[in-house]
Every structure is written in structure tokens, then in C-alpha cells.
């Protein structure tokens, strides 16, 4: 079980680097903004950042591990739809939308618990995501928390 105060250390580092990544998304400086998005793959997690792109959400899940792990990539993929979007590339960012909502609702399955931080941001993911983009399960679990209809 991953420690608080480490947890701690990973959500402040990660907000410095999306705060550095947003920054060089506004200065359309796409390509290090992503690249800083990838550091944090790799540096804050340890996973490489093209893991999503090779496997199913719920083999993401497990290797991601910890559902407050989970939450940390789900925010990287978000950064990541954010600067596709930025840059032009809809099919992209539509991508990482789903892919946020399935690893998170497979890390939140793993877990067995959802907490309150855990709906928080499924509520935002889910706003960024059309339901019946993503496979039968995960609509049907957003149906059964009630956040589709």
C-alpha cells in the first residue's frame, strides 16, 4: 500500500509538471508540452508513457496498480487529450477521453471502492467523454453509480 506522504510527494510533483505542461501548450509548444506530459509517465510512475496505446484498460489497471496510481495516469491522459485538442488532433484527444474513463473505472474495479475523490474525477472525465463511445460494461457501471443515464 503506497504511504500517504508519498502520495503527497507524487500529486505535488504532478501538479508542478502539468502546471509546466499547460504552460508550454499555451505557448503552442505542443511537442515538449507532451514531452513534459511523458516525463511524468515515466519519472512520478515509473510506466512508459505508450502503455495505454498497447494494452486493454484492464491490463493498464493492473500494472498501473493502486487506484490512487490510477488517478495519477488518468491526469496525465487528460493532459494529453488536452494538448491533442490544442493541436488539432479531435480523433486523438476523443481517444485519451476513453482511455481515461476505462483505466479509472478498471482501477476503481480493482480497488473494489470508490471514493470521493475516485467520483470527483470520474464526474470530469465522464463530461468529456459521449457514453456510448466506451464498451457495454463501463456504461452499464456509469448507469448504476448514476452518472449516465
Known sequence: MLTRDYMMRIIKELAKLLKVAFRLKDE????????EVN?????????DPGMLDSMDAASAAKVIGEVARVRVVVELVLAEADIAAAMGDASRASTRHRNALEVLVEGI??????TED??????????????????????????EIGLAA
Open 118 to 143: 475516485d467520483l470527483e474525477l470520474l464526474e470530469r472525465v465522464v463530461a468529456l467523454v459521449p457514453v456510448e463511445a466506451v464498451a457495454k460494461r463501463y456504461r452499464d457501471f456509469l448507469v
Open 39 to 47: 516525463r511524468g509517465y515515466r519519472e512520478l510512475l515509473a510506466i
Open 28 to 35: 503552442q509548444r505542443y511537442q515538449q508540452a507532451l514531452d
Open 109 to 114: 474495479w480493482l480497488s473494489a471502492d470508490c
